[in-house]
């Protein structure tokens, strides 16, 4: 991969193991670097990415590894001050940058920078849009905050001009709190949907709104800004401003679609009939998703035909509703979701899908947002779709019992995963679908239950 300005460097990345950061480190590998890293309590995919790229990863963020005496240290947000090895930079007077700004700087220059953002679907969207440009012979860069089945990683450099990147709202790090997005400066942005999320940083909706329109405020005249037309959120933030292109999806005047029974529908554009896009995916925000995704694909040169057909054949995401096995004739599943509009529409997208099929969903509140409590009133009606709800309480500052006693004799909580998992078995029946849902590892409870279920199967 070319960069302006390259010489190789030695680069040891602090929170190598979260997505994004993971997907620089692999980045900045391809750019021919040398690319340590560390983090604490490290789990797949990620680290398995890491070690097949053979980047070395110290599992924890001990001061004495300012003796790597790198060129650069690369700092995650997930990075604060006092920890050990942070502190020991700042005392020394060392190098440092955020992730995001190291991107901006060594590998987006001279990209059409094809950005994803949004509360929800940012990851899918970003992957079915790689895929749609893959299809279409365009060989895309990409970085997205999981692993498409596609593709088998979660970032790839590539001489291609187009770039496709998961553009998130969080903050960028310590010592720079501004949206991670607005280092991007995009040619094409999707804007899928704004709600209130990320609780630990941002006291309110109105200050997330703000962030979306720094992002729109860093997008040029020619840009193309693909935004969801049924949310009127993002209608406040573009009020606030918008010197770009706009298209609209789920809007009669922009991209549009007609669903059918089996789950599939027709594109349209302003009214036109586009194509069908047939595919095993659930759930009314992946028809959303889809729709921006082949928005985003036409403004780089790929015709809606085509996109519909890369749609077609696109395999999903690692996490995004993942199969993970069928044992005893039990189905589980292992999904990202964990604010509740992701698990409301994770579970009703599962229910049309299986229709009266027994549905049991698996919560771990890990999120910052979860565990604060600031959307527990949410959470009970967001699994209505399930016929059983096992909640994992470990860690929790607030009375997940209570807060989700609308659901009646369908819930099941436990601060123990052993216990938890012990619950599910019993419960489970052959026929029966289990949704994992955890933006996390959730203590390796997927490879667990299904153990379980395979000795219960057994006996």
Known sequence: MTTYNFRPMHVHVLGICGTFMGGLAALARAAGHRVTGCD???????????????????????????????DLWVI???????????????????????????????VLP??????????????????????????????????????????????????????????DEYDTAFFDKRSKFVHYRARTAILNNLEFDHGDIFPDLAAIETQFHHFVRTLPRSALVVVNGADERLERVLARGCWSRRER?????????????????DVLWQGAPQGRVAWPLTGDHNRANGL?????????????AAAIDALNVFRGVKRRMELRGVVGGVVVYDDFAHHPTAIRTTLEGLRRKVGGARILAVLEPRSNTMKLGLMKDEL????AAADGVFCY??????????????????????????????????????????????????????????????RRAAA
């Open 76 to 106: 995650g947000n997930v990075v604060t001050r006092g920890n050990p090895l942070m502190e020991e930079i700042l005392d020394r007077g060392e190098r440092f940058i955020s992730g995001p700004q190291w991107l901006a700087e060594h």
């Open 292 to 304: 921006a995704a082949i928005a985003a694909a036409r403004d780089a040169g790929v015709a809606p």
């Open 40 to 70: 604490a309590g490290v789990y797949p995919p990620m680290s398995t990415q890491l070690a097949a790229l053979g980047i070395e990863v110290v599992d924890d963020f001990g001061a004495d590894q300012i003796g790597l005496a790198p």
């Open 380 to 383: 009970a009606p967001s699994l």
């Open 110 to 167: 001279g990209k059409h920078v094809l950005a994803v953002a949004g509360t929800h679907g940012k990851t899918t969207t970003a992957s079915m849009l790689a895929a749609i440009l893959e299809r279409a012979g365009c060989n895309p860069g990409f970085l997205i905050g999981g692993v498409p089945d596609d593709f088998g990683v979660s970032a790839r450099a590539s001489a291609s001009p187009l770039f496709v990147l998961e553009a």
């Open 249 to 265: 999806f789920d809007a009669p005047d922009g991209w549009s679609s007609t669903l059918h029974d089996d789950g599939s529908f």
């Open 393 to 454: 309480t470990a860690g929790l500052g607030w009375d997940a019992q209570a807060a989700l006693a609308p659901l009646g004799a369908r819930l099941r909580a436990a601060g123990d995963l052993d216990a938890l998992v012990a619950a599910i078995v019993r419960e489970a029946h052959p026929g029966d679908h289990v949704v994992v849902m955890s933006n996390g590892g959730f203590g390796g409870i997927h490879a667990k239950l299904l153990a379980e279920l395979g």
